[in-house]
């Protein structure tokens, strides 16, 4: 049975951009309760393994400058434009970018946290719900 996987990215340099990660602190066990695996990282090479097709469905959980709330991004294009302020976000667009073209990635969802959101409380909860509602 393939394993759905949802990957946090954040960076150890900037506070602001950790917010995904402090989501994850909050939602993790309720995730792999309901059969995810989770991932907190700051490195876009993780995707390069979804070749493998190991996982049927990859969510991506980011902070992204011009979001004012909680969304689901329609596309890897979407992600690019939002939050290239990061060293990890620009590779991360890049890497996603390539990937599709070779056909590298599976069912792909984006989910964009405000860049620095203060209330994780109400972060937490818009992210768990987009992440198990049904696509």
């Not at 066990?29 to 993780?46: F, Q, R, W």
């Not at 990061?86 to 667009?93: A, E, F, K, M, S």
Request: charge should be negative; proline fraction near 2%; charged fraction near 30%.
């Amino acid at each position: 049975m393939k394993k759905k996987i949802v990957l946090f990215y954040g960076s150890e340099y900037l506070k602001e951009d950790q917010v995904a990660w402090v989501v994850c602190d909050e939602i993790r066990s309720k995730l792999e309760i309901a059969g995810y695996v989770v991932e907190k990282t700051d490195n876009p090479d993780i995707l390069i393994s979804f070749e493998d097709k190991e996982y049927e469905d990859a969510i991506i959980v980011d902070a992204a400058k011009g979001v004012k709330d909680v969304v689901e991004l329609e596309s890897i294009s979407e992600l690019c434009s939002t939050s290239v302020s990061t060293l990890h976000g620009y590779n991360l667009g890049l890497v996603l970018q390539i990937l599709n073209v070779v056909g590298g990635l599976p069912k792909l969802r984006i989910i964009a946290i405000p860049y620095g959101e203060k209330d994780i409380v109400s972060a937490s909860r818009k992210v768990y719900s987009r992440i198990v509602q049904k696509k």
